[in-house]
């Protein structure tokens, strides 16, 4: 195979942005996976340019050399970016791949963007496209590993791409993307693990990357990417435990309430555990997950309010995340719940996801489509804050707006804010939550206030919302164009909209569109079209 010029550019975001918070933070949410498929690609021969692009660098210039083939990571909120990009290097004699959260959410839009859309990645798939490496148009082809990768580059491999990454980070917190397993052993519907059985990867790789980052950084922080952390409690914990000395690295980590009991709090302490963030998502709805059982309501709120503060007394920063608009919660009580959760346990920062159904990525997506509840919102605005494409079940819009005002008021306000940082512990958390209000948080509120009076004045947009038409309000299209920028015109025709309801439409199991691509490596199982797995 012939050496090939691969550009891999990992889309942290979709456009330039100025704000303090995203300037401290996008460096700290770079991609796992573009990282992976740069090692990879040296691995198999190929000479790799990597670029994170966090809102600050002038792709134009950063994305000028010639080059052979370009995979590109990208969340749906970037996803137009990610099309823009794929047709200026198409137009420039280049084969473009897509990679990521929006691929396996939406592969059959992005396919007529790309030349190829993955689903699960692992190397063989990574050798076969380089491989082909051919055009495919009009209509990519879509390939997915049969099932999660079950081994990674660790940190060590990943450290040429990491560097240059977090070197972007103005100050310094610095976090180092980790990885200990896929997949989740809950099958909460709306997730994209709902049906991605839980595996762990390799212990000894844990411990040996904890102990390459000790001879990198003085005092690392690592972010683990897992979509639950810690289910296999014991053995992590073994891990941290016998690579480095106690509470020698400080570690960031997403896990549910049900694992967090007050010994695995000590243990996480003693490891050097700082930040915690808990999905509560609803107080109707998910009680395993939240280890509240059939408790609802009132009851619910102060058996978690008083979890949330014992995992405050020994992990000093936690983000409690809530979804908004579930099909369970009706009338204002949800709300009302909300607040009083964080009047109880006002130490953590509270998230709120507007309730989103990312194409197919969910089990649940399929029936919202069935019910005629999603809409053809852009791929822009879905981002889980700016925009949500399903029509509340028991909610009409401007009430439902109203709400999510009020509560973003609540939960960002002076008071909130003023609370927040006399409660937490140490500068970073105290001083994180108040960038992070004032900044995220008041940019929440100002957007939803934005909505709700646009619900009022643009009938345009108040009709795309209820479903009566899918033609696209102007004020979406003016948002887009503002922050695309120059992309704008090199956007593709039609990637303004999609079908949403793709999922509702695909085969079950979807006509092998696999042609054949080089050989995977012996004893690896073969790629699959996606919806095989
Ligand atoms: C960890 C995590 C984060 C972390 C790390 C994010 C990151 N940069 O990776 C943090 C907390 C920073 C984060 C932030 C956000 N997140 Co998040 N996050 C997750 C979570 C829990 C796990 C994802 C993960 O890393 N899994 C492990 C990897 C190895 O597996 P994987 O994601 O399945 O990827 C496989 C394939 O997709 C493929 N692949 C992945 N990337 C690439 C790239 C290339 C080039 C290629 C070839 C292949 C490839 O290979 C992998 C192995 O098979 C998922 C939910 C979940 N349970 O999966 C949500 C999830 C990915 N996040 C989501 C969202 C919406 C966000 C935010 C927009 C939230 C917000 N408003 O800020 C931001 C966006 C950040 C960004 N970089 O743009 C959505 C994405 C939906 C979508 N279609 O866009 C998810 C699915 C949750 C949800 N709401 O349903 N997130
Ligand atoms: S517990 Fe979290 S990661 Fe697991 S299925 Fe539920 S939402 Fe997804």
Known sequence: ????????????????????????????????????????????????????????????????????????????????????????????????????????????????????????????????????????????IQLAAARQPTEL???????????????????????????????????????????????????????????????????????????????????????????????SIDFIAESTLSLLSEPHLKRLRANGFKGMLPGIESWYALGDKSRTGRQTGEDKVQQVAEHINLILRYIPYVQVNFVLGMDADQGPEPFALTKQFMDRAPGAFPAFNLLTAFGQAAPYNRDLQRDGRVLPVPFHFLDNLHAMNVRPKHYAWPEFYDHVVDLSRHAYSWPMIATRLRLNRGWIPKWFNVIRAVSSGFGQIKHHMAIRRVLETDGSVRRFLEGDTAELPAFYANKIRSKLGPLWDVLPDGALMHDHLAYLHAEPDPVPNLIELGSPSAGESPPVPIGAH
């Open 153 to 247: 580059p660790g940190v060590k491999a990943r450290w040429k791409f990491i560097e240059p990454t977090l070197a972007k980070a103005p100050t310094a917190f610095k976090l180092v993307p980790m990885l200990g397993s896929m997949g989740c052993p809950y099958t909460c519907g709306f997730c994209v693990d709902a049906n991605v059985d839980y595996q762990p990867l390799s212990f000894e790789q844990i411990r040996e990357d904890l102990q390459f980052l000790r001879t990198k950084m003085r005092r690392p922080i690592v972010g683990w990417h897992d979509p639950n952390f810690g289910v296999r409690f014991e053995e992590y914990m073994q891990a941290i435990e016998t690579a480095i000395p106690p509470n």
């Open 1 to 140: 195979m012939r050496s090939l010029r691969v550009t891999i550019l990992d889309l942290v975001t979709k456009g330039p942005t100025k704000s303090l918070y995203t300037r401290v933070m996008n460096p700290n949410l770079a991609s796992i996976m573009p990282q992976v498929v740069g090692v990879w690609c040296e691995e198999l021969g190929h000479q790799v340019r990597f670029v994170c692009y966090t809102g600050r660098e002038d792709l134009h210039q950063e994305l000028l050399n010639e080059t052979d083939l370009v995979f590109i990571g990208a969340f749906t909120r970037s996803a137009l970016t990610a099309y823009a990009l794929s047709q200026l290097f198409r137009s420039r004699g280049a084969v473009t791949v897509l990679g990521g959260p929006h691929a396996r959410s939406y592969p059959q839009d992005a396919a007529q963007y790309f030349d190829y859309v993955v689903g699960f990645t692992d190397k063989p798939l990574i050798h076969a496209i380089l491989a082909d490496c051919a055009p495919h148009r009009p209509l990519g």
